[in-house]
């Protein structure tokens, strides 16, 4: 990751954003002063993290944990996104057939130094969806007769991708579940298995953090089961980057798909493609794209972005470094592990995600033993809500039956979480 801006830089670049939409801004709160502690010593500082939360105009209507769909930006990364905005706006296509692809350039340059990659080995989407589908779709190394393989915690939507390929690549498709209760081995001995007992499979989609139960999955080991066997591993890495710490290159993955909206806060619809230089001309240029073999941009076309959204990526990880991402995963892990060890001695409840760090971090599901379908769930995330002003989602995937998420943010408290356990306990 890239070092740090001065919080002096960084402010001076926000101030700056905001004066130029300062009709629409919104008012510029300080960033408080660091106390001297380590990431896990500041994750329970709720006086600091209350500070912290000062800087998102947050919705008084209900207690909002669902913040697994997407990051809201905080206030200076909105006052920076009005004022790209109203570039955009007022300049139009004086500035779209000029300046702006320059400026887009900058702008990727800024997210590969951040995730320590080539600048030609990354391309800016509208989200780590269509990422990952142009991935899975254009992925060229299959034939007849081979087969590919995904899991139930898989995200729908690349599941749909996954067997897609079907028809498209007459492949055989391969489904496994993840073991419940769930640790590191049983994940990579179920990969393991899988491998085994398909010697034709040739490629693999893996997720890093779970987007219905928020497991991390041991991504490193699967990769390198995976390699050992021949078969190349997509990686859907869209709710990782901004909520744990990682460095993309330690994988050894050569292609991913990965979401800027969610954990780094950047405007909805930002998202890239990564594909390791050499593996380029695996992915096939999006229908018939010009451009060189080689070249990552012609892996997509997106057409009329939001380009103001795009612009404000860099204001984005500005405002995530600022904070830290040590400190940010441990904050989320804390706010996480509250409710947790409450609901952990609830009658009847199952918590989807151990405690190990290592595999989980903000998100978590739960599920009531005696009610696993997509009805029951409903009502639960109905009542949540209705009795106790508390938002949460269902999710539908995992094999054992349906489960609800809560996805606390950094501008939730202690006290949003402990709610939720009281809550929890009167739904017994």
Same mark, same amino acid.
């Given at each position: 990751m890239t070092i740090r801006p001065s919080r002096r830089t960084f402010l001076t670049l926000t101030a700056g954003a905001g004066m130029a939409g300062a009709a629409a801004a919104q008012e510029t709160i300080p960033?408080?002063? +660091?106390?001297?502690?380590?990431?896990?010593?500041?994750? *329970?500082?709720?006086?600091?993290?209350?500070?912290?939360?000062?800087?998102?105009?947050?919705?008084?209507?209900?207690?909002?944990?669902?913040?697994?769909?997407?990051?809201?930006?905080?206030?200076?990364?909105?006052?920076?996104?009005?004022?790209? *905005?109203?570039? =955009?706006?007022?300049?139009?296509?004086?500035?779209? +057939?000029?300046?702006?692809?320059?400026?887009?350039? *900058?702008?990727?340059?800024?997210?590969?130094?951040?995730?320590? =990659?080539?600048?030609?080995?990354?391309?800016?989407?509208?989200?780590?969806?269509?990422?990952?589908?142009?991935?899975?779709?254009?992925?060229?190394?299959?034939?007849?007769?081979?087969?590919?393989?995904?899991?139930?915690?898989?995200?729908?939507?690349?599941?749909?991708?996954?067997?897609?390929?079907?028809?498209?690549?007459?492949?055989? =498709?391969?489904?496994?579940?993840?073991?419940?209760?769930? *640790?590191?081995?049983?994940?990579?001995?179920?990969?393991?298995?899988?491998?085994?007992?398909?010697?034709?499979?040739?490629?693999?989609?893996?997720?890093?953090?779970?987007?219905?139960?928020?497991?991390?999955?041991? =991504?490193?080991e699967i990769s390198a089961l995976a390699k050992s066997h021949g078969i190349d591993v997509i990686l859907d890495s869209a709710h990782a980057l901004g909520q744990i710490d990682f460095d993309l290159t330690d994988f050894d993955a050569d292609f991913a798909g990965i979401n800027l909206h969610k954990w780094i806060g950047a405007p909805i619809g930002c998202g890239l493609i990564y594909i390791r230089k050499n593996r380029i001309r695996d992915i096939d240029r999006f229908m018939n794209e010009p451009g060189d073999d080689n070249d990552i941009e012609a892996r997509a076309h997106t057409g009329t972005l939001n380009f103001a959204a795009h612009l404000t990526i860099p204001d984005a990880l500005s405002f995530h470094e600022m904070i830290g991402i040590r400190e940010k995963e441990a904050r989320l892990r804390h706010l996480r592990n509250l409710w947790v060890s409450e609901a952990r001695n609830i009658p009847g409840v199952d918590i989807l995600t151990p405690d190990d760090p290592t595999m989980v971090a903000a998100m978590t599901s739960f599920r009531f033993k005696s009610r696993v379908t997509t009805e029951d769930n409903n009502a639960i995330v109905r009542t949540l809500a209705g009795k106790h002003n508390i938002f949460t989602v269902r999710r539908t995937g995992p094999a054992a039956g349906d489960c609800v998420r809560v996805t606390p943010a950094i501008y939730n408290s202690g006290d949003d979480m402990h709610r939720l356990a009281k809550a929890l306990k009167a739904l017994t």
């Open positions: 960033l408080p002063p +660091r106390p001297t502690a380590t990431a896990e010593e500041l994750a *329970t500082n709720e006086i600091f993290w209350a500070k912290i939360a000062a800087q998102y105009s947050v919705t008084s209507a209900i207690n909002n944990i669902e913040n697994g769909y997407w990051g809201i930006m905080a206030r200076p990364v909105m006052n920076a996104y009005v004022a790209h *905005t109203e570039r =955009v706006n007022r300049e139009n296509t004086y500035y779209a +057939r000029g300046a702006l692809n320059d400026d887009l350039k *900058t702008v990727k340059t800024r997210v590969a130094d951040f995730l320590n =990659v080539s600048n030609d080995e990354i391309r800016l989407v509208r989200g780590a969806s269509e990422a990952l589908q142009i991935l899975i779709g254009g992925y060229n190394k299959l034939k007849p007769g081979d087969a590919v393989l995904y899991a139930d915690l898989d995200y729908g939507a690349m599941k749909s991708a996954m067997q897609w390929l079907e028809g498209r690549r007459g492949v055989e =498709v391969i489904k496994i579940n993840i073991p419940e209760p769930t *640790t590191r081995e049983n994940i990579i001995t179920a990969y393991a298995q899988a491998f085994k007992d398909h010697p034709d499979v040739r490629m693999t989609l893996v997720t890093h953090v779970n987007n219905l139960t928020g497991l991390i999955h041991p =991504v490193k």
